[in-house]
């Protein structure tokens, strides 16, 4: 059990993708898993889907919960059921690559204080077309999570999405913020590595699917994930200086004053940005983006020898 791995799949009302999901965890060149299903509810097929597989895989565990508890509560769920060493969440419409799990558990046993490695991954459509690759350019080599948390304040999530992710579960013991919605998986992950090294593998080792009923389109559409990314400079604010703070603030001002351009509702944009920020100082602030672009690229990261 030295290298298990609880690959755990929250489930909602996927039925059309969670069977590429599982057999994609079933693939995988690296063996020493469990996986752990937890379907918040559904009302398609996923339930009778997920059954068939438990009755041909010993591995294979499903867990229903009672009631729906959103999509952080089922992700939660997932940790509280996990008994492995390491844990990857599996969204339900994703894919891994085989060598996935494999990769993963040689980057984060680099060293013991690696507690987060990551991947590209390949975006897909609903269809598996493929559509972008999406990557974090650091070198191949254990790096300081501290710098790590201050690049995505600053710059956003560049670390990805939970399929792309494994961590150590003794880091996770807190569990997924409530707090946050779409944001609850970067938020953890600069939970995790506030405490711990990263490690990323710029190899392609997941699909990331895009689709229409995906979570991440619906929180979209309710602007949840606009203040979520002020939230995150101001939980995180210790990690940063002063001058690092006001530049994730106006790059936070930055992409939610964008949304305005996409049609979001600007009088409750200029409201976020007012509160966290001060709408008069984005203003003033705003003619010089494109230095500041420059300043916040330049943010040096550093290799642990």
């Known amino acids: 059990m030295k290298n298990c791995v609880s690959i755990c799949i929250p489930s909602f009302n996927h039925g059309a993708f969670i069977s590429d999901a599982i057999n994609s965890v079933l693939k995988q060149t690296h063996q020493d898993f469990e996986l752990i299903i937890v379907d918040n509810r559904s009302s398609d097929n996923t339930v009778d889907i997920v059954n068939e597989y438990v009755k041909i895989d010993s591995r294979v565990k499903f867990h229903i919960n009672n009631h729906n508890i959103g999509m952080v509560g089922n992700w939660n769920r997932c940790l509280e059921l996990s008994n492995c060493k390491f844990v990857k969440i599996l969204c339900?419409?994703?894919?891994?690559?085989?060598?996935?799990?494999?990769?993963?558990?040689?980057?984060?046993?680099?060293?013991?204080?690696?507690?987060?490695?990551?991947?590209?991954?390949?975006?897909?459509?609903?269809?598996?077309?493929?559509?972008?690759?999406?990557?974090?350019?650091?070198?191949?080599?254990?790096i300081s999570g501290k710098d790590v948390v201050r690049h995505c304040l600053t710059r956003g999530n560049l670390i990805g999405e939970p399929t792309a992710v494994l961590f150590r579960k003794e880091f996770s013991l807190r569990g997924f913020n409530p707090a946050y919605g779409q944001l609850a998986d970067i938020e953890m992950w600069l939970n995790i590595l506030t405490r711990s090294n990263f490690y990323y593998d710029s190899s392609v080792q997941c699909k990331f699917r895009q689709h229409e009923e995906q979570c991440t389109k619906l929180n979209m559409k309710e602007c949840k994930f606009i203040e979520e990314?002020?939230?995150?400079?101001?939980?995180?604010?210790?990690?940063?200086?002063?001058?690092?703070?006001?530049?994730?603030?106006?790059?936070?001002?930055?992409?939610?004053?964008?949304?305005?351009?996409?049609?979001?509702?600007?009088?409750?944009?200029?409201?976020?940005?007012?509160?966290?920020?001060?709408?008069?100082?984005?203003?003033?602030?705003?003619?010089?983006?494109?230095?500041?672009?420059?300043?916040?690229?330049?943010?040096?990261?550093?290799?642990?020898?």
């Not at 990314?229 to 603030?249: G, H, M, P, W």
């Not at 004053?257 to 940005?273: A, F, L, P, Q």
């Not at 003619?287 to 642990?304: E, G």
Request: aromatic residues 12%; charged residues 25%; hydrophobic residues 40%.
């Open 92 to 142: 339900s419409d994703d894919i891994l690559e085989p060598t996935c799990i494999e990769r993963s558990v040689n980057n984060i046993n680099i060293s013991q204080n690696v507690g987060l490695v990551a991947c590209a991954r390949s975006i897909v459509s609903r269809n598996l077309s493929p559509i972008d690759v999406w990557t974090y350019p650091v070198s191949e080599k254990e």
């Open 229 to 305: 990314r002020f939230l995150l400079v101001s939980d995180y604010k210790k990690s940063l200086d002063t001058f690092e703070c006001n530049i994730a603030l106006f790059m936070a001002s930055l992409e939610a004053w964008h949304h305005v351009r996409r049609g979001y509702d600007k009088e409750k944009i200029v409201e976020i940005i007012d509160k966290y920020f001060g709408y008069k100082k984005f203003l003033v602030f705003y003619p010089f983006r494109s230095v500041l672009r420059k300043i916040n690229k330049n943010l040096k990261i550093t290799v642990t020898p």
